[in-house]
């Protein structure tokens, strides 16, 4: 081979991967622009941004009208998450939720690429009315030193009454991928960067804190009601 040939080789792969740098930039950059962009949401503007998933709202309960709202950021294969979900999850639920103080809403996140599937399964339990069913289940069922796979969320549907045929061809579409990558985006760029993570009107409050600290941030946020 002549070099004058080696070199036209060598450009021609340059360029190729030119090209595909490009490709993957403009792509990162359209999906930061569809979730809000690059400048960084205040405290305020971040609770109600992040009551919506890809701007849709997010899986929520309780009182729409409680003069406080509590958001959870977790992720199906976090073990902190689980244990905050089994443990402190149903006294929150109890004292805060059906006493109408709290509006609570989770914001369908996955930390990990590699659990964002179960983050989007869990949007199309929302379909059939299930999602915190579903939600429960995946706490309850969970799965430690892996990522949740398709026979996880199809056994977490089953066990939450869901039609498990319906799950799999929502799960199988990919209909709500984009929004589960999206809203991921969302609460990153509004400082969540582990879990769980919780927003109690404008205050984030990261890791699974004791119940104690909790009640504690409800109460102060009641208060100034």
């Given at each position: 081979m002549s070099k004058k040939s080696a070199r036209r080789k060598s450009s021609s792969k340059s360029g190729l991967y030119i090209v595909i740098g490009l490709g993957a930039l403009m792509i990162v950059l359209a999906l930061i622009m569809m979730s809000g962009g690059f400048a960084a949401p205040t405290q305020a503007s971040s609770a109600e941004a992040l009551a919506r998933c890809n701007g849709k709202p997010c899986p929520a309960k309780g009182d729409p009208n409680a003069p406080v709202t509590m958001i959870e950021f977790s992720d199906y294969a976090c073990h902190n998450c689980r244990d905050y979900n089994v443990a402190t999850?149903?006294?929150?639920?109890?004292?805060?939720?059906?006493?109408?103080?709290?509006?609570?809403?989770?914001?369908?996140?996955?930390?990990?690429?590699?659990?964002?599937?179960?983050?989007?399964?869990?949007?199309?339990?929302?379909?059939?009315?299930?999602?915190?069913e579903f939600h429960a289940q995946a706490f309850a069922n969970f799965r430690p030193g892996g990522f949740p796979s398709r026979d996880d969320f199809l056994r977490w549907a089953s066990l939450a009454g869901l039609d498990a045929d319906a799950l799999r061809a929502c799960v199988e579409s990919g209909r709500y991928d984009q929004d589960a990558q999206l809203s991921a985006f969302e609460a990153q760029r509004a400082g969540v960067d582990g879990t769980p993570a919780f927003l109690i009107n404008g205050e984030l409050i990261k890791g699974n804190v004791p119940l104690a600290q909790i009640r504690a941030a409800l109460d102060a946020a009641l208060a100034e009601q």
């Amino acid at each position: 081979m002549s070099k004058k040939s080696a070199r036209r080789k060598s450009s021609s792969k340059s360029g190729l991967y030119i090209v595909i740098g490009l490709g993957a930039l403009m792509i990162v950059l359209a999906l930061i622009m569809m979730s809000g962009g690059f400048a960084a949401p205040t405290q305020a503007s971040s609770a109600e941004a992040l009551a919506r998933c890809n701007g849709k709202p997010c899986p929520a309960k309780g009182d729409p009208n409680a003069p406080v709202t509590m958001i959870e950021f977790s992720d199906y294969a976090c073990h902190n998450c689980r244990d905050y979900n089994v443990a402190t999850a149903p006294i929150i639920d109890r004292e805060y939720i059906d006493t109408g103080k709290v509006r609570y809403v989770s914001h369908v996140f996955a930390l990990w690429p590699e659990s964002r599937p179960a983050a989007a399964a869990a949007l199309c339990a929302s379909e059939q009315g299930k999602y915190w069913e579903f939600h429960a289940q995946a706490f309850a069922n969970f799965r430690p030193g892996g990522f949740p796979s398709r026979d996880d969320f199809l056994r977490w549907a089953s066990l939450a009454g869901l039609d498990a045929d319906a799950l799999r061809a929502c799960v199988e579409s990919g209909r709500y991928d984009q929004d589960a990558q999206l809203s991921a985006f969302e609460a990153q760029r509004a400082g969540v960067d582990g879990t769980p993570a919780f927003l109690i009107n404008g205050e984030l409050i990261k890791g699974n804190v004791p119940l104690a600290q909790i009640r504690a941030a409800l109460d102060a946020a009641l208060a100034e009601q």
